[in-house]
């Protein structure tokens, strides 16, 4: 029993900081105790053990701990890939000899499907170009969105790069170039996630999702007939005759007898809700036509909306465009309405002859008063990410005029 409860403890620790790590650093969390606990770990505790250890050893040891902390979280490498790759393949390795003779050919079948997914599709999503940007295809990256005039403005350069950015586009530190429509760089895969390959992250999301759960639910039912042979009342969900204390030290008895399959399988259902977290989330994103990237600077606009910092004006849809830098995006059915920009003193922006847009400034205040032009409806999120180049124009009907198009399809920002 005492085995089983530190295994389960340690399963529930590892699963609960690798949550607390992924997700404290979102905006929809933040002011939430997640929020809290991921400043405590990531930001508070270090700075305390630095201080120690600037006592105790002139920093020698933080200093070294920071080189290997940003070895593998600030270079680009495979060893979290290999990580993945080997807690899948050990896993598997104890889990399948274990159930193989228990179980009949449809589940044999579908095991198989199921095991083999994840793999196909990280071999996917690590080697797919994931949006590099280069002089060769700057121009093609150019036409893929339109700027929103919100978050991405025209003639911007990326200054490491020497290219233009493209709209929704990021320079990526790790990867050392420009990404088009970055939504940001995942350890898991060694690539940046951008318009190549987030169809193959997201489904890879899916089937590790899927995976840990088939296990889970597997190896449970398994469990379950071995546990059942031996205390034939005892069934996954507590029997009412049974007092709690019993089932759970049967299920305890029943790991320890099969180790192997005891083991992965509590791994495979305590990690199912964090996979299944992490990937509705993405698919909470596509939702709201935002990415990962975009998500964290619509979440910045919305600070300076609060304080008085944001201002908009009426942006003519034969707005001066300069050809090389704003083509418009010809497949995109929607043009921004408004500019929106933001000062540091709160006073509306200088006007000069290239600045886009006319009218008054007025303050904006709430997310509600600026557009997203980048969300079409979940269906269309989903097509322009599953669908390379995807031609918006045959769905949303081209021979209506564009500035009826806009009225019609005004959407706006998902405060994520
Ligand atoms: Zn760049
Ligand atoms: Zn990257």
Redesign the pocket.
Known sequence: MGTFKILVLIILFISFMVFVTFFGRLPALRNTPIATLHRLIWVHFPNAVIAADERLSSGKITRSLSRLGRFLMHDRHPTIVIFFLAIMIVSEYMFLPQVWHDIGWFTKSTAAMTVAAPYILLYLACAADPGYITSQNVRYHMQLYPYDYTLFHPGRE?R??RLPKPARSK?CSICK??VAKADHHCIFINSCVGYGNQHYFLLLLVATAVLATYGGCLGLSILASRLQTRYPVWSLWPPKEMEYGRWLSILGWGIQRNVNLGATTLLAALISPLVWGLCIYSFYLVYGGVTTNESLKWSELHEDMKDGYAFRRYLPINHRRDGAMDSGAGRWPVDPEHIILYTNDGKPPRDHPSMPGEGEWEHIRRLKDAENLYDLGFWNNLLDVFVPDYQFGALLKTDVPSVERRRLKKRRPSNV
């Open positions: 990326c490491t790069c320079h170039r420009c």
